[in-house]
């Protein structure tokens, strides 16, 4: 009962000093000077939600992969890391580099030169008001549970650094990015992202390092996970030492035990719908290449953010690989067993691995840092939900279905108002995300939902004139309810809920249940579209592909520039590296 006091207590999860708590603070104070200071910049709507489209590509592109650094990448990589191994960077190099260099090349021409707000908005000029509906309010829910995933391992981490009941650690966590997305709305967001980009990276270079050390190197540690893997009981279902230290054909990840199923998985169901999905049509992302200050910037924005996102990798899935032969509970856990304690307080999770592995590794002062990065990575990922999704309720819920026609003031309060009122329902849906011992199976389980019937729509209508405006907001329907279908029917997505009749849990659900709702998306617009009118072609213009005149896609006065500050080459280099880590690993 001590905890409840709100008080530090003996039984942390990590035993943190003076100097630590120290670089904890200090890291705050900038945290909200930057919120101050950006409150300065914001005179209007645009500069609130969209940073007044004024901000250089090498700081939205930083932004870009910061505010994906939040949950997903920090403790759902790492715990995926310890429970499957080098599969993992299928999440990356798979399914995030080609689709943000898609995003990049071909998409961000048409979010950028439409002058759209958001990505919603760009659905309303395409098809109209029933997919932008659909489109808004899935956007706006997905949004808020996100949301609460992040502001769920911020609140475990405070609860394991001060022992604080996770209740009050989740109304600090929400009240610190409550105060600066309030302030400085876009523009500290971003600012801040970048901050927590090179904070994120001081706190995870030296772990990985240090770990690596411990091990014996990256040869000890792949000694060590073949003899875990071979002395473990049958019954823990410990993946073999094969699968958990080659990338491919990853049945590890997948959960198909044929070696063919497992690549057509990984390569369809997470590198081209998940990840084309997820990329291509999350506004929490474009918003980041909207705030550009150039049609030029915003296509390198995505792929400026490549070249760290693959090699992220490396200080997240790798200190999660260490920990599962390196910390006394995650290897307990791993054996199928189920250690007590944990930043929940409620047992050891996977999803506890680099926080068991910084409390055994790191000394004092290394460890505030260590702190500081993982505080700043929730932050950042939090932050862009919440950034997104006041924009969305502003502009395409609120403006465009009930109050019309008001001043730009009146806009920027009810942004405002939503930030609050998200960060509020934000800690109601981090309680539905503690319910799940890996926090990635959740995420990729709501993308499936979300994003990949959107971009099944997305793509079908920029690269086919002749699809409808029914045919949008059909298939969109249609394509979500089939991937809740799917994911009911599987094993473990619902927990007690979910039936079992598809024999796949886990990442492989979320794979079918994604692909799935591409195919059924697809199927029905086509069908739709063929029984309903188009749009006339002469309205289409900076909507689809074919009909888009070329000068509008380009920034004329890119070719002067030097090849590494031009788009194509840039994003030429980004997709041959990642072609060769596919092979090295």
């Known amino acids: 009962m001590h905890a409840l006091a709100g008080l530090p207590t003996a039984d942390t999860l990590i035993s943190a000093n003076a100097v630590d708590y120290v670089i904890i603070a200090l890291y705050f104070v900038f945290v909200l000077g930057i919120g101050v200071m950006a409150r300065r910049s914001v005179s209007d709507s645009i500069d609130f939600f969209l940073s007044g489209r004024s901000l250089p590509a090498w700081v939205t592109g930083l932004a870009f992969i910061s505010a994906n650094l939040g949950a997903v990448e920090i403790m759902g990589m790492s715990a995926n890391g310890a429970e499957l191994g080098i599969s993992t960077v ?28 958001s990505v919603p ?16 309010l899935s956007f706006a829910f997905a949004q808020l549970l996100i949301a609460g995933v992040n502001l769920y391992l911020l609140g475990s981490i405070v609860h394991a650094l001060l022992g604080w009941p996770l209740w009050l650690a989740l109304l600090v966590a929400a009240a610190i990015v409550l105060s600066y997305i309030t302030l400085g709305g876009l523009s500290a967001a971003i600012y801040n992202e970048v901050l927590q980009f090179f904070v994120i990276v001081a706190a995870l270079l030296p772990l990985t390092l240090i770990g690596l050390h411990r091990v014996g190197g990256y040869q000890g540690l792949k000694d060590k996970i073949a003899e875990f893997a071979s002395s473990a009981p049958a ?42 999905g997820y990329w291509t049509t999350n506004f929490v992302e474009v918003q980041r290449a909207m705030a550009s200050n150039s049609i030029s910037a915003a296509r390198k924005t995505p ?79 939090m932050a862009a939900n919440i950034s997104a999704f006041n924009t969305v309720f502003s502009y395409d ?56 019937p959107l971009f099944a729509t997305f793509i079908l209508g920029m690269f086919w004139k002749r699809m409808t405006a029914t045919a949008g907001w059909v298939g969109l329907s249609a394509g979500t309810l089939s991937a809740v279908l799917v994911a009911f029917l599987s094993k473990d997505a619902f927990g007690s809920l979910s039936l079992g009749v598809i024999p796949l849990g886990g990442q492989g659900a979320a794979f079918v249940a994604a692909s799935a709702a591409f ?51 840039l994003a030429g280099v980004s997709l041959g590296l990642v072609i060769i880590l596919n092979f090295l690993f």
């Open 90 to 117: 299928h999440y990356f190099w798979v399914g995030a580099i080609p689709a943000m260099l898609f995003l990049g090349v071909v998409m961000m021409p048409f979010y950028y030169g439409s002058k759209v707000r």
């Open 121 to 136: 908005e760009f659905m309303f000029r395409r098809f109209g008001t029933g997919a932008h509906l659909v489109n808004a």
């Open 235 to 276: 019954a823990a279902a410990v993946p073999s030492a094969e699968q958990q230290l080659n990338s491919w054909p990853g049945q590890a990840l997948s959960g198909f035990d044929s070696p063919f199923w497992s690549v057509v998985g990984i390569v369809f169901g997470l590198g081209f719908v998940l990840s084309f």
């Open 303 to 381: 792929i400026i953010g490549s070249f760290p996102k693959m090699f992220v990798p490396f200080i997240v899935i790798l200190p999660g690989m260490v920990a599962a032969v390196l910390v006394p509970e995650i290897m307990q856990l791993k054996n199928g067993g189920s250690p007590p304690g944990g930043a929940s307080g409620e047992g050891v999770k996977y999803n506890d691995s680099l926080l068991l592995l910084m409390r055994d590794v790191l000394p004092n002062g290394l460890l505030g840092v260590a702190i500081a990065g993982l505080l700043a990575a929730f932050m950042a990922g």
């Open 397 to 452: 819920l609120w403006q465009r279905y009930i109050r019309k026609d008001h001043s730009d003031d009146y806009y920027l309060r009810i942004g405002r108002l939503a930030t609050v009122g998200a960060t509020v329902i934000a800690i109601f849906t981090a309680i539905v995300a503690s319910s799940f011992s890996n926090v990635m199976d959740y995420l990729q389980t709501l993308f499936g939902f979300f994003n990949a």
């Open 519 to 569: 195919v059924v998306d697809i199927v029905l617009s086509v069908v739709v579209s063929l029984v309903t009118a188009p749009k006339p072609v002469s309205e289409l213009r900076g909507l689809v592909y074919s009909e888009t005149p070329k000068e509008d896609l380009v920034d004329p006065d890119e070719h002067r520039l030097p090849w590494f500050r031009r788009t194509l080459p």
